[in-house]
C-alpha cells in the first residue's frame, strides 16, 4: 500500500513565524504535491515537484516555498505565516503524470 | 478545459437506502482517465478508482458500483446498502488535459454523503 505521511495533523502558528511542513511518501514516486483545501474552494494547487530539486508553481505559489532534496520528500514553508494561510494543507503523490494521486492525512494549520 | 461537475451538494440517506453520486466532466483529450475520492470527517483524501476513458464497463468491488458512459460523459458512482461509514465528502476528479500544464487534478466540488442509523 502507499503511504504518504505528514509531519502534523495539527499545528498553530503565531503571524511571522515561519513554518514547515514535512511530507513523506514510501513508494518512489515521482511526483508530488501540496495542495490547501478551504470550505468554498476546494482543493487548490500550490506547488508540484516531479523530480529531486525540480518544483513548479501550482495555482496559489505566493507566500510559500518548497522544497525537494531527496525523491521521499517534499517540504511546504510559509516564509512569514498569515492568518489567510489557516487552512487544512493536504500532501500527495503520484508515480506518473496522469495517474491517481495518494493523498497523506492532511495538516490543519491555524495561524493566529 | 477540463472541468468537473458534482451537482448534488449533499445527499441524507437512511442506512441500508442505496444511493448515487453523480459526476459530469468535460475534457479535450480522445483518452483520459477518471477518479473518486473519499474523505471522511477525519480529512484524508482516499483514492476509490481510476478508470480508463477506453474502458466503459462497470466496476463493482464490494457495496461500490462505478458507472462511466462516454457518450454522456459521466461517471456516477452507487453504493448499495449504505453504512453509516460512508458518511463522506466524495470527489471525482481527472487529470488536466496535455495543455494544462502541470499534473493536477481536477476535482469536482465534491458531494457530501451523510447515512443515518
Known amino acids: 500500500d502507499v503511504k504518504v505521511t505528514q509531519s502534523s495533523r495539527y499545528l498553530v502558528k503565531r503571524t511571522g513565524e515561519k513554518v514547515f511542513l514535512e511530507c513523506v511518501q514510501d513508494m518512489d514516486h515521482e511526483n508530488m504535491f501540496w495542495y490547501r483545501q478551504d470550505p468554498g474552494l476546494g482543493l487548490r494547487l500550490i506547488y508540484f515537484?516531479?523530480?529531486?530539486?525540480?518544483?513548479e508553481k501550482g495555482d496559489i505559489p505566493e507566500g510559500y516555498s518548497v522544497s525537494r532534496e531527496k525523491k521521499e520528500r517534499f517540504s511546504l514553508i510559509l516564509e512569514s505565516a498569515s492568518t489567510n494561510q489557516t487552512s487544512m494543507y493536504l500532501c500527495a503523490s503520484s508515480r506518473t503524470t496522469g495517474l491517481e494521486q495518494y493523498f497523506g492525512p492532511g495538516t490543519r494549520l491555524t495561524v493566529t | 478545459a477540463q472541468k468537473v461537475t458534482q451537482a448534488q451538494t449533499e445527499i441524507s440517506v437512511v442506512e441500508k437506502e442505496d444511493v448515487t453520486l453523480d459526476c459530469v466532466y468535460e475534457?479535450?483529450?480522445?483518452?483520459?482517465?477518471l477518479f473518486w475520492y473519499k474523505q471522511p470527517p477525519s480529512g484524508e483524501l482516499v483514492f476509490l478508482i481510476r478508470r480508463n476513458s477506453f474502458d466503459e464497463q462497470n466496476e463493482i468491488s464490494g457495496r461500490y458500483s462505478w458507472n462511466f458512459q462516454k457518450s454522456t460523459s459521466s461517471f456516477n458512482f452507487t453504493i448499495t446498502a449504505s453504512q453509516v461509514v460512508d458518511s463522506a465528502v466524495y470527489f471525482c476528479?481527472?487529470?488536466?488535459?496535455?495543455?494544462?500544464?502541470?499534473?493536477?487534478?481536477?476535482f469536482g466540488a465534491g458531494t457530501r454523503l451523510a447515512v443515518h442509523p
Open positions: 515537484s516531479y523530480d529531486v530539486k525540480m518544483k
Open positions: 475534457t479535450r483529450d480522445t483518452t483520459y482517465y
Open positions: 476528479a481527472l487529470p488536466p488535459d496535455f495543455s494544462g500544464g502541470y499534473n493536477k487534478l481536477i
